[in-house]
């Protein structure tokens, strides 16, 4: 019997066990840039030499999938994945809105004055945060408050 019950332990509860903590073990959250180039070009592989795919603008946010020398493999807010020279890259805090026509407010608060609307896909600098909402800059120097769910 003791035989019988270490071999099903063996063969069959075991390997469950490892599944399970692999699954369950939580994945490294991945590494959050953002372009701080004018325009930034994204291409089909790790190389000058690869097509370009589409181009981003400056504070646009990336999470860094893969690293190969100078290039790094990155995936959008969209799930777009395609590959960026490092030094186009920097260490800056962005957001990209998910919403068509998104307000962007004198104030955090949804009383506050409409400064300017703005489309799906418009990427900002992050300059602080208050509650939900998230005072932002865009690359050619307008600021105001955006509220933090029309934003990734």
Same mark, same amino acid.
């Given at each position: %019997?003791?035989?019988?019950?270490?071999?099903?332990? @063996?063969?069959?509860?075991?390997?469950?066990?490892?599944? %399970?903590?692999? /699954?369950?073990?939580?994945?490294?959250?991945? =590494?959050?840039?953002?372009?701080?180039?004018?325009?930034?070009?994204?291409?089909?592989? !790790?190389?000058?030499?690869? #097509?370009?795919?589409?181009? /981003? #603008?400056?504070?646009?946010?990336? @999470?860094?999938?893969?690293?190969?020398?100078?290039?790094?493999?990155?995936?959008?807010? #969209?799930?777009? %994945?395609?590959?960026?020279?490092?030094? &186009?890259?920097?260490?800056? $805090?962005? /957001?990209?809105?998910?919403?068509?026509?998104?307000?962007?407010?004198?104030? !955090?608060?949804?009383?506050?004055?409409? &400064?300017?609307?703005?489309?799906?896909?418009?990427?900002?600098?992050?300059?602080?945060? $208050?509650?939900?909402?998230?005072?932002? #800059?865009?690359?050619?120097? =307008?600021?105001?408050?955006?509220?933090?769910? &029309?934003?990734?």
């Amino acid at each position: %019997m003791k035989n019988n019950f270490a071999q099903h332990l @063996l063969k069959y509860i075991l390997p469950a066990v490892v599944l %399970m903590l692999v /699954v369950a073990t939580p994945v490294v959250a991945a =590494e959050r840039l953002a372009v701080k180039a004018a325009i930034a070009n994204l291409r089909s592989g !790790p190389g000058s030499k690869y #097509e370009v795919l589409w181009q /981003v #603008e400056k504070f646009h946010p990336l @999470l860094i999938i893969e690293k190969k020398k100078n290039w790094y493999k990155i995936k959008d807010f #969209e799930g777009d %994945m395609a590959w960026i020279h490092r030094s &186009l890259l920097g260490k800056i $805090n962005g /957001v990209i809105t998910t919403k068509t026509k998104c307000n962007v407010r004198s104030k !955090p608060d949804k009383k506050g004055k409409i &400064l300017f609307t703005v489309e799906r896909g418009v990427p900002f600098k992050v300059l602080k945060r $208050n509650g939900n909402w998230v005072r932002i #800059e865009h690359a050619d120097g =307008e600021i105001g408050w955006i509220y933090n769910r &029309l934003v990734w």
